[in-house]
């Protein structure tokens, strides 16, 4: 289709779902991963991943795997064991492994003389590699530079971050802090519960918690019709989970200064289980260290042998001047989290969080950059109808209606639903499909009002028979 050729940087889930799409539409490319096989950070054994020995999917298998090929298990709830055989398996089926040339670290990608894009590459034999490309596919991953914080004092004990933790013997007779409690710091701290000598929580603000399962199934393949209006959805959920789960406050946890799902909430409560056996503490924010002994804001005080930083990570996409990604605040800002606004050549693949995008949301990234890349070779007006409306017209509202934190790691977070019908709809429109009728829109969405209307009455009732009282 284009005899153009281009770099695909990371074979994750979506370096594999940039070079399966790329494929499929004949677009010529050469991958490179740093790591020894396929799978990025799923592959434990990838001296960078941060992968740990409990770490399971967090959302389910049937909501998170590629469309094209289903996972073989049957487990709803899979280990990265299972996860990375899925991504060699899936790499194998379509011949994609062939297409990389692994422990092969990128140094640099710049503009070379001819605007196009200069690829510097070092091999495990330590020669360097030049090559030219028209263009570049970052999908190196969103999670490999960890956030690590400051704070006054000095900690005379083991500091370690969230990407640094194995397994749970590192806990063996410690009293250990966990700073932070997004998912891993939960999935961390339930380990060290059955290996340390004390584990507290730091946490400075308050979360919403979801149970893997609701009515018996997944939680999360509930509700896969058409999307509830957000403040609908906002008020169902709470309640629902609230009946299931309870008041997270009643454990320790501060009261949540925002609306559930204005920040990604834990799928895990078995922490939950274990505050209210006493096996572990919430406190308070870090006011200062000192020795061993760690002081919070209220007041109190404790000694830790060991702290783990459960503080996220950054973004990081270091062979690569910042400004050719249009570099704003914490992340690039960028179309779509795909597109440059200047179309240099570069194209980002993954850096987008959602809940329940999962690895076909992805892929159906890769599609739209293999559909515009096609367009550009094959219908130049088309492609360039596509780059005025970026540049000259406001750009796509991709929150669902919910009103993020302003935090660095929400910068580049979206709602699943708003982002899928988006780019597969900018997809459509490059290859040239007709849009879908209005009238079909409007009858969907008198669909979704009447269902929400019918959602809202269940869980009024589910509500009251748990003795809770519905609460926006």
């Given at each position: 289709?284009?005899?153009?050729?281009?770099?695909?940087?990371?074979?994750?889930?979506?370096?594999?779902?940039?070079?399966?799409?790329?494929?499929?539409?004949?677009?010529?490319?050469?991958?490179?991963?740093?790591?020894?096989?396929?799978?990025?950070?799923?592959?434990?054994?990838?001296?960078?991943?941060?992968?740990?020995?409990?770490?399971?999917?967090?959302?389910?298998?049937?909501?998170?795997?590629?469309?094209?090929?289903?996972?073989?298990?049957?487990?709803?709830?899979?280990?990265?064991?299972?996860?990375?055989?899925?991504?060699?398996?899936?790499?194998?089926?379509?011949?994609?492994?062939?297409?990389?040339?692994?422990?092969?670290?990128?140094?640099?990608?710049?503009?070379?003389?001819?605007?196009?894009?200069?690829?510097?590459?070092?091999?495990?034999?330590?020669?360097?590699?030049?090559?030219?490309?028209?263009?570049?596919?970052?999908?190196?991953?969103?999670?490999?530079?960890?956030?690590?914080?400051?704070?006054?004092?000095?900690?005379?004990?083991?500091?370690?971050?969230?990407?640094?933790?194995?397994?749970?013997?590192?806990?063996?007779?410690?009293?250990?802090?966990?700073?932070?409690?997004?998912?891993?710091?939960?999935?961390?701290?339930?380990?060290?519960?059955?290996?340390?000598?004390?584990?507290?929580?730091?946490?400075?603000?308050?979360?919403?918690?979801?149970?893997?399962?609701?009515?018996?199934?997944?939680?999360?393949?509930?509700?896969?019709?058409?999307?509830?209006?957000?403040?609908?959805?906002?008020?169902?959920?709470?309640?629902?989970?609230?009946?299931?789960?309870?008041?997270?406050?009643?454990?320790?946890?501060?009261?949540?200064?925002?609306?559930?799902?204005?920040?990604?909430?834990?799928?895990?409560?078995?922490?939950?289980?274990?505050?209210g056996q006493g096996d572990l503490q919430i406190r308070p924010d870090i006011e200062r260290f000192d020795g061993h002994t760690v002081h919070f804001v209220d007041g109190s005080a404790s000694d830790y042998d060991l702290i783990l930083l459960a503080t996220g990570y950054k973004l990081d996409y270091p062979f690569v001047d910042r400004a050719d990604l249009n570099w704003q605040g914490a992340a690039p800002d960028l179309y779509l989290n795909i597109f440059t606004p200047s179309f240099n050549g570069l194209y980002v693949m993954g850096m987008v969080e959602a809940s329940g995008l999962g690895?076909?949301?992805?892929?159906?990234?890769?599609?739209?950059?293999?559909?515009?890349?096609?367009?550009?070779?094959?219908?130049?007006?088309?492609?360039?109808?596509?780059?005025?409306?970026?540049?000259?017209?406001?750009?796509?509202?991709?929150?669902?209606?919910?009103?993020?934190?302003?935090?660095?790691?929400?910068?580049?977070?979206?709602?699943?639903?708003?982002?899928?019908?988006?780019?597969?709809?900018?997809?459509?429109?490059?290859?040239?499909?007709?849009?879908?009728?209005?009238?079909?829109?409007?009858?969907?969405?008198?669909?979704?009002?009447?269902?929400?209307?019918?959602?809202?009455?269940?869980?009024?009732?589910?509500?009251?028979?748990?003795?809770?009282?519905?609460?926006?």
């Amino acid at each position: 289709m284009t005899t153009k050729r281009y770099a695909i940087i990371g074979a994750g889930p979506s370096g594999l779902a940039a070079a399966r799409a790329f494929q499929k539409a004949g677009i010529d490319f050469d991958g490179f991963e740093a790591a020894a096989g396929v799978g990025g950070l799923w592959d434990i054994d990838n001296p960078r991943s941060t992968m740990y020995e409990s770490a399971h999917l967090i959302s389910s298998r049937t909501t998170t795997q590629f469309d094209e090929m289903p996972m073989k298990s049957g487990i709803d709830y899979p280990s990265h064991r299972e996860l990375i055989g899925y991504f060699r398996d899936y790499a194998d089926r379509f011949n994609l492994t062939e297409r990389y040339l692994f422990n092969t670290r990128v140094l640099d990608v710049h503009h070379d003389m001819d605007y196009r894009w200069a690829v510097t590459v070092q091999g495990a034999d330590g020669r360097q590699v030049t090559q030219h490309y028209d263009g570049v596919i970052l999908a190196n991953g969103t999670l490999a530079e960890p956030n690590i914080p400051t704070f006054p004092g000095t900690f005379d004990g083991e500091i370690i971050h969230s990407s640094q933790y194995k397994r749970a013997s590192q806990f063996d007779g410690k009293r250990v802090l966990v700073i932070g409690a997004g998912n891993s710091g939960c999935d961390i701290a339930v380990d060290a519960v059955h290996h340390a000598d004390a584990i507290d929580m730091s946490v400075r603000r308050g979360y919403y918690f979801v149970p893997r399962y609701l009515f018996g199934r997944p939680t999360d393949t509930l509700n896969q019709g058409k999307p509830l209006p957000a403040p609908i959805k906002q008020l169902v959920d709470k309640n629902l989970l609230q009946a299931f789960t309870g008041d997270p406050v009643r454990f320790g946890f501060p009261q949540p200064d925002y609306k559930i799902y204005e920040s990604h909430p834990i799928v895990n409560t078995l922490i939950l289980n274990h505050l209210g056996q006493g096996d572990l503490q919430i406190r308070p924010d870090i006011e200062r260290f000192d020795g061993h002994t760690v002081h919070f804001v209220d007041g109190s005080a404790s000694d830790y042998d060991l702290i783990l930083l459960a503080t996220g990570y950054k973004l990081d996409y270091p062979f690569v001047d910042r400004a050719d990604l249009n570099w704003q605040g914490a992340a690039p800002d960028l179309y779509l989290n795909i597109f440059t606004p200047s179309f240099n050549g570069l194209y980002v693949m993954g850096m987008v969080e959602a809940s329940g995008l999962g690895w076909q949301g992805r892929y159906e990234q890769a599609e739209l950059i293999a559909q515009y890349l096609a367009a550009d070779a094959t219908d130049p007006a088309r492609a360039a109808a596509f780059r005025d409306r970026v540049l000259n017209q406001p750009w796509p509202d991709l929150t669902g209606g919910y009103k993020y934190l302003g935090l660095e790691r929400m910068s580049y977070y979206v709602n699943k639903d708003a982002y899928r019908s988006t780019v597969r709809a900018t997809t459509e429109a490059l290859r040239g499909d007709a849009p879908a009728s209005t009238s079909s829109t409007a009858n969907k969405l008198a669909l979704g009002a009447a269902a929400a209307v019918a959602v809202v009455g269940l869980v009024t009732i589910i509500a009251k028979a748990a003795g809770k009282k519905v609460s926006a």
